[in-house]
């Protein structure tokens, strides 16, 4: 891309992860625009031990957040449900009353209360909310005054250009992380064998449900509740177990296969300057529940990556794939929808 094409184009936000009071300050010093961040408590979708925010944590954070010249989401992205909406509602009133510069929201309901309550608030629309059509996206900017939509990992970027002609809010996309089932807001795997998920509790594979167990041979075998979902060779890297990532046993094959989605990271590096072509404003880094050293490599990088594209110039991001689940990475839909 020359210098001239990329002064025709506005520079995007980058919306990084911020998992615990220490992963932010990270974020930040590693250059990110936004960062987004969940209470923690069943409001949001990364509800895991040892994540999150208390409401004391997130007013300190806030400030250093500001300081560095970032902005703070926060994430109120899972689905209420009842009698315990209040819970949700409370957390809009904290993000309201602390000043965040945006809340993310999935639940139609909860979105209602907030435009209701705190008409002043900024809204972003969550991919937990799965909407992918310019009719839906228009339901919610109209009702609700959404700002912002998280688009689901199942478009195309041509269909991604055309949807950003026909809405009026911005559109953000995640670019590199965790790509799941590519249904968000659908998924109930996990719900069937912990009932638990990340829709309505904000956790899939809740670690009490995680199980390894070392065989005679020195092979791992990965439980979630009473169900076995993968075995590891011994040696070979195990991943955190998931349903959707793990491997099975299935009619007319003869060995244990990823029969729903191999691991693998979503990495749209090489995509950036079509991203932001096609309408995206802000490029979104997933891992709410990585380390440190982990956030602090990936914003650096994409923050770079950024800063270059702007100025003309090609990033270089080929350390990223030590980064990406499993050693593998791959463009999703976002190239083509031959994906899997």
């Not at 509800?47 to 007013?59: A, H, R, T, Y």
């Amino acid at each position: 891309m020359s210098v001239e094409q990329a002064g025709q184009m506005a520079r995007p936000e980058l919306v990084c992860p911020a998992g615990t009071p220490a992963a932010l300050r990270t974020a930040v010093d590693a250059g990110a625009d936004a960062v987004y961040c969940g209470l923690a408590n069943a409001t949001n979708a990364r509800n895991f031990p040892g994540l999150n925010f208390s409401v004391p944590e997130l007013e300190k954070a806030i400030p250093y957040a500001r300081k560095g010249g970032t902005k703070v989401l926060l994430a109120v992205n899972s689905f209420a449900t009842a009698p315990g909406a209040d819970l949700w509602h409370r957390a809009i009133d904290t993000g309201a009353s602390l000043g965040v510069d945006a809340v993310i929201v999935a639940d139609i309901g909860v979105a209602a209360y907030a435009a209701r309550t705190h008409p002043g608030l900024r809204l972003h629309l969550s991919v937990q909310a799965g909407a992918s059509s310019p009719e839906a996206i228009k339901y919610y900017c109209r009702e609700f005054n959404v700002k912002r939509v998280v688009l689901p990992r199942i478009l195309t970027i041509a269909e991604i250009s055309a949807i950003h002609d026909l809405i009026p809010c911005e559109i953000e996309a995640f670019v590199f992380g965790n790509i799941g089932m590519m249904a968000e807001g659908r998924c109930s795997l996990t719900n069937y064998i912990t009932g638990q998920s990340t829709n309505m509790d904000g956790v899939c594979s809740p670690a009490s449900a995680v199980r390894f167990e070392k065989q005679t041979d020195g092979a791992m075998t990965a439980r979630l509740g009473d169900f076995e979902i993968d075995c590891y060779e011994a040696g070979e890297n195990a991943g955190y177990p998931t349903i959707c990532k793990g491997r099975y046993l299935t009619p007319g094959r003869n060995a244990p296969y990823y029969a729903f989605e191999e691991p693998v990271s979503l990495n749209l590096s090489s995509l950036l300057p079509d991203l932001v072509k096609a309408g995206v404003s802000a490029l979104k880094i997933e891992g709410r529940q990585r380390s440190r050293s982990y956030v602090r490599a990936v914003v650096t990088a994409y923050r770079r990556a950024i800063d270059d594209i702007m100025d003309g110039q090609p990033p270089d991001l080929s350390a990223l794939v030590a980064l990406t689940e499993g050693g593998k990475q791959t463009q999703g839909a976002f190239k083509s929808k031959k994906w899997r």
